[in-house]
């Protein structure tokens, strides 16, 4: 597991909208921290496959991000991603109740919502307010890989009424929902319990409301439509066994590594699933420095999944932690023989071989990862760290170029594309690559001025 702080990106190419756009003040740039592990994102996938089928989204390009925060959030900020937060995911109870979440989330893309409200600010007066977040929406309404979003904060006021639903948005995001859960054969209770945990918001001031009640306005209305909802059409749905198993994986996962090891080793045994348990127990006796009961943990789990690559993944994270370097590399190398496409394994693989000193094997796993997701900030420094030992400076200038435009730092992204463009053959990909950072990063460094 990773937590990355990132600013509000969506991707390098989005970049070149910054030339019609005017910048946020440096001193009103906000960051938040994305929780990146294959594991928790593998399992909210499996929650959500059914509900984006059913909502006629591709559920292989639209992704479940988690959002490192203990408040009540989830909200949508392009048409390729969902954004949860962790605080969320803790509260809820029960995985209908998280589906209900996603299948609201998801009806926002489908029916529109976004694309609309990108179109409107692309004529507002007041759009060089909004600065560089909105500036990266628009890139992603155009969809392919501009469309990729990275992360969202609702720290600013111009941010937050962009995220903001009207009454009308939310009343028809909540009929597609049923509809998604429906189809799905998910019980409907999930929606109505979901709705009625933040019953009585709409009483409190705003600095006390939570995140989610200000950019999804609650009504009675709605509480009852969902009600009626559960009425109509019942809630016959039987408990999926695999949607209730991801469930708890992905709450156990998150609270071992986010609550103290003391909490999570008192509360493991209430755990019905045992490799979940063993799990939990893994992490926190690794966070306790205890290699060897973490280690035995990881053992009795994987011994209960034998083919589960994110238990070996998990493996392998630990080894690397407590630097037992060549036993991560050879763990690592199964996780990746059982999920060979999944981009976070790769880049953990890339990882471990790199402080083995297997350079060009490091490199060649790497940029396998960066292929599958080029997002991925902590990736994109290991990179350019296998770039630059193995003598390819240019390559390495590259790669920290797009790192820096991924997080919000033009001035220091201008630097190394200068230095790429210098060093690399002029016309060869990574001249390309460097050169569109350059000139988006030109252009952003000016209007800053």
Wanted: net charge positive.
């Amino acid at each position: 597991m990773a937590f990355e702080r990132v600013f509000r990106l969506a991707s390098i190419p989005a970049l070149f909208l910054l030339s019609a756009i005017y910048l946020f003040a440096a001193s009103s740039a906000s960051a938040i921290t994305l929780l990146r592990d294959p594991d928790i994102e593998n399992g909210l996938e499996e929650l959500a496959f059914p509900i984006l089928r059913a909502a006629g989204l591709n559920p292989r390009r639209v992704k479940l991000l988690v959002v490192d925060d203990s408040s009540l959030n989830a909200f949508v900020f392009d048409h390729n991603a969902i954004f949860i937060h962790s605080g969320l995911i803790e509260k809820v109870q029960r995985a209908d109740v998280l589906q209900a979440v996603i299948a609201h989330e998801a009806a926002h893309i489908a029916n529109g919502h976004i694309a609309r409200r990108i179109g409107n600010l692309e004529n507002a007066q007041t759009l060089s307010k909004l600065g560089f977040a909105l500036s990266l929406l628009a890139a992603a309404a155009g969809g392919g890989d501009a469309a990729a979003g990275i992360a969202a904060g609702t720290q600013t006021s111009a941010l937050r009424g962009f995220l903001k639903h009207t009454r009308a948005e939310e009343s028809a995001a909540d009929n597609s929902a049923a509809s998604y859960l429906r189809w799905s054969d998910i019980p409907l209770q999930g929606l109505v319990d979901l709705h009625r945990t933040f019953a009585g918001q709409e009483l409190l001031s705003v600095e006390r409301q939570d995140p989610y009640m200000q950019s999804h306005p609650l009504t009675r209305d709605r509480i009852r439509n969902a009600e009626a909802f559960l009425e109509a059409y019942g809630n016959a749905a039987p408990v999926n066994p695999n949607a209730e198993y991801w469930f708890a994986r992905v709450r156990g996962k998150i609270s071992a590594f986010s609550r103290s090891s003391k909490w999570t080793l008192g509360r493991a045994a209430e755990e019905q699933n045992r490799d979940i348990r063993m799990m939990r127990e893994a992490i926190a006796w690794h966070r306790d420095r205890n290699l060897a009961r973490a280690r035995s943990a990881i053992d009795a789990a994987i011994a209960e999944r034998p083919d589960d690559a994110y238990y070996v993944e998990l493996k392998g994270q630990i080894l690397m932690e407590h630097r037992q370097t060549q036993a991560a590399v050879a763990t690592y190398e199964q996780a990746v023989d059982l999920a060979p496409n999944n981009a976070l394994i790769l880049a953990g693989y890339g990882r471990a071989l790199l402080s083995a000193g297997q350079n060009k094997a490091a490199l060649d796993a790497l940029e396998r990862a960066r292929a599958r997701d080029y997002r991925d900030i902590r990736m994109l420094r290991d990179l350019a760290v296998a770039y630059s030992k193995l003598g390819n400076d240019g390559m390495a200038s590259v790669v920290t170029a797009e790192r820096y435009a991924l997080q919000g730092r033009p001035e220091d992204a201008l630097i190394h594309a200068k230095r790429a463009v210098g060093a690399l053959p002029t016309g060869s990909p990574g001249w390309q690559r460097a050169q569109d950072v350059l000139l988006a990063s030109e252009r952003s460094v000016k209007r800053k001025r």
